[in-house]
């Protein structure tokens, strides 16, 4: 009998669906829609996302994921059957095997959340994998390997920053930093320098076309709109890169202290395979201008982006998914 098999990068930003032979075919934003009167759903992914902000008080637009992890866990199962649906089509009746990510530093507490979650939606089974590994798969790592790997993914919630040597993670930690911060960071900033409130959507827009890791001699600017704190009218500001570096100083203090945590604890050998091949970044906040070269020079090892990094996590399982039998003896957690 024909099973569905699908792979589900399950972000606090965006979800992203892998299907065996296909690659990624689904990327959305991992956002629901409430109405808060009677708790129905109205709306999911890109619409849902499209409201934040913009909701009257009896509708709550909001991520059901925080820091990598499940924060609302019925909103979770609702956005699960929602792509899970979506994907199955014609074949929706058969229930799907899926291979799920987990950010590395998951309690076994939240690891059984991910996977009742799964279940719930409509899943035959659930295997987790954790994110560095799928990620290192995506990004062409052979993890396999008796050498040392280092992969730094960034995503929305959180960091994961793993040394991979054997299929397995020899030495890891999970930052709960990641886009969503820079995001709060540069809101935050505009609003105590310029007494402008910006929303979500502005904060990740100025992150996006002009954010930098590292202060630049020519600098991009981008004009903003929100509101006057001390008039409450519409205003409009301009910001200029160096601006954004200044306001994502402290979040990506914490992502090299997070590198330089888990290069303390890693092997002599593994150490120096990684000084011979570099660290990999992957994930949506390494598309932040400079990123790589603020890694390679705040650790002293070169350092390079990987192709397509927010499709990384999402290939890895699609890889999984094609030896779901080889990889449930090594690196999957069956629910």
């Keep these: ?14 979800t992203l669906i892998s299907v065996p032979g296909r690659g990624t075919i689904l990327n959305e934003p991992s956002v629901v829609a409430v109405s808060i009167e ?11 996302k499209k409201m934040i902000g913009r909701t009257p008080e009896l509708i709550l637009a909001s ?23 979506k994907v199955g089509g014609r074949f929706r009746f058969f229930r799907p095997e899926v291979v799920i990510s987990i950010p590395a530093g998951i309690t076994s507490t939240e690891r059984r ?19 560095p590994i799928l990620a290192a798969m995506g990004a062409n790592i052979p993890i396999d390997s008796a050498s040392g790997n280092m992969i730094i993914d960034i995503g929305g919630g959180t960091t994961e920053v793993a040394v991979i040597s054997l299929g397995g993670v020899v030495a890891a930690t999970s930052s709960r930093v990641g886009g969503n911060k820079f995001d709060d960071a540069i809101k935050e900033y505009v609003r105590k320098k310029y007494a402008l409130a910006i929303g979500d959507q502005t904060a990740e827009k100025i992150k996006i076309e002009i954010g930098s890791a590292l202060a630049r001699n020519k600098e991009e600017e981008i004009e903003i709109k929100g509101r006057d704190m001390m008039a409450g009218l519409p205003k409009t500001i301009v910001l200029k890169t160096n601006e954004t570096t200044e306001a994502v100083s ?7 202290r997070a590198i330089k945590e888990v290069l303390q604890e890693t092997p002599p050998e593994l150490a120096a395979d990684i000084i011979d091949r570099g660290i990999i970044l992957s994930g949506g906040g390494s598309l932040l201008k400079n990123m790589d070269q603020l890694v390679s020079r705040s650790v002293e090892v070169p350092c390079y982006v990987a192709d397509d990094p927010l499709l990384c996590v999402s290939r890895g399982a699609a890889k999984v ?7 449930k003896k090594s690196i999957i957690t069956k629910g």
């Design 321 to 327: 998914l094609d030896n779901l039998d080889v990889y």
């Design 63 to 85: 991520r059901p994921m925080k820091d990598g992890v499940i924060a609302d866990f019925r909103i979770t199962e609702a956005l699960l059957r929602y792509f899970i649906d």
């Design 1 to 14: 009998m024909f099973t569905k098999k699908i792979g589900i990068d399950l972000g606090t930003s965006n």
């Design 113 to 131: 959340a991910v996977i009742n979650a799964t279940l719930e939606a409509g899943a035959k089974a659930a295997y987790v994998v954790k994110e």
């Design 250 to 256: 402290d979040e990506l203090g914490e992502i090299v």
């Design 38 to 48: 009677d708790n129905r759903i109205l709306a999911i992914g890109e619409k849902a």
